[in-house]
């Protein structure tokens, strides 16, 4: 019997980027708009996007949103998932069309992810605790302390009015990346089962930054 539920993808510990590590907000890399002024203002586009657990998979068919830089290393976001469903059955947050999923305004801060300084990244927390909202079968909720993407290393040391970004998984269930320069803390998600059990969540796909103006990558 499948359970439709209100979710809640909440960011347990970790709500934006004042409450990063010291370290991380030094050392992060930076972004330069060419006009030299913040906010930076920039839309999301990107195509498939599947979360993964050790035994099922919700897949969705695209993700848009919209963001701003407040300064070289922080911002906030907001995203729109598309077309998303596990089953045959949709996922959808309250007022969407079926199969949409809306995100509140989420912080943001550019980190570096391994060693060296060599690798960047970005990493996404949720304000108040809550990721995304949405109703589903099978679920009771989400929960964690945030997600980590790569930023294409290309990139670095370059101008241009576009970033990629691509979340991996290293196995169903396990996101490749977890930690700022492997240590310290580490972030992840997991879902909450129907009858109280967890599984550890994955996200697989990638996303395009188009920025208002051209912006230098300093990493």
Not at 39 to 49: E, V
Not at 83 to 109: K, L, N, R, V, Y
């Amino acid at each position: 019997m499948r359970l439709k539920s209100m979710l809640a993808l909440t960011a347990i510990g970790v709500l934006g980027a004042l409450s990063l590590p010291p370290a991380a907000s030094a050392e992060g890399w930076d972004i330069d708009p060419q006009k030299g002024q913040f906010p930076l203002q920039f839309t999301i586009n990107g195509g498939a996007l599947i979360w993964t657990t050790s035994s099922f998979s919700i897949q969705c068919n695209s993700v848009t949103g919209v963001g701003q830089y407040e300064t070289a290393t922080t911002g906030k976001l907001r995203l729109t998932i598309h077309g998303c469903q596990i089953s045959g059955s949709s996922c959808t947050t309250p007022g969407q069309p079926a199969g949409t999923i809306t995100t509140p305004e989420m912080g943001f801060h550019n980190i570096f992810l391994e060693p060296g300084k060599t690798k960047p990244g970005i990493l996404i927390t949720a304000n108040e605790g809550i990721f995304a909202s949405f109703g589903c079968s099978a679920f009771t909720g989400f929960s964690g302390n945030g997600v980590i993407s790569e930023l294409s290393s290309s990139q670095c040391g370059k101008a241009g009015n576009t970033a990629t970004t691509f979340y991996e998984s290293s196995a169903p269930g396990v996101q490749k990346w977890t930690q700022i320069e492997t240590e310290g803390t580490k972030y992840d998600l997991s879902v909450n089962l129907f009858g109280g059990s967890k599984q550890t969540l994955a996200f697989d796909g990638s996303t395009t930054f188009t920025f208002a103006e051209n912006a230098e990558f300093t990493c």
